[in-house]
Nanobody
Framework: QVQLVESGGGLVQPGGSLRLSCAAS?????MGWHRQAPGKQQRELVA????????NYADSVKGRFTISRDNAKNTVYLQMNSLKPEDTAVYYC????????WGKGTLVTVSS
């Protein structure tokens, strides 16, 4: 059983920055962040990183968000810069092991 502990999130003005963290227990292959915007039913991939360091990003966040990982701590970070109102969403940490595990989510609100 993998457990995920998320931190970060909150209210930030447009153009501001936030950092999300997610610590996982157990053996993990890949970790990432997905988000679900208000009024939308589906979660979308924001960024993902494997244990080998390979990354992929949603086109909408390329150049603004950076995902990184501390394998020793089994922790993934999402540095979010130049935030826009459309980045407002609940952000969920995801960890891939024998199956995908999800965190409880943390709300990011970008508003003036």
């Amino acid at each position: 059983q993998v457990q995920l502990v998320e931190s970060g999130g909150g209210l930030v003005q447009p153009g501001g920055s936030l950092r999300l963290s997610c610590a996982a227990s157990g053996s993990i292959f890949a970790m990432g962040w997905h988000r679900q915007a208000p009024g939308k039913q589906q979660r979308e991939l924001v960024a993902r990183i494997t244990s080998g360091g390979s990354t992929n990003y949603a086109d909408s966040v390329k150049g603004r968000f950076t995902i990184s990982r501390d394998n020793a701590k089994n922790t993934v970070y999402l540095q979010m810069n130049s935030l826009k109102p459309e980045d407002t969403a609940v952000y969920y940490c995801a960890a891939d092991s024998s199956r995908r595990y999800w965190g409880k989510g943390t709300l990011v609100t970008v508003s003036s």
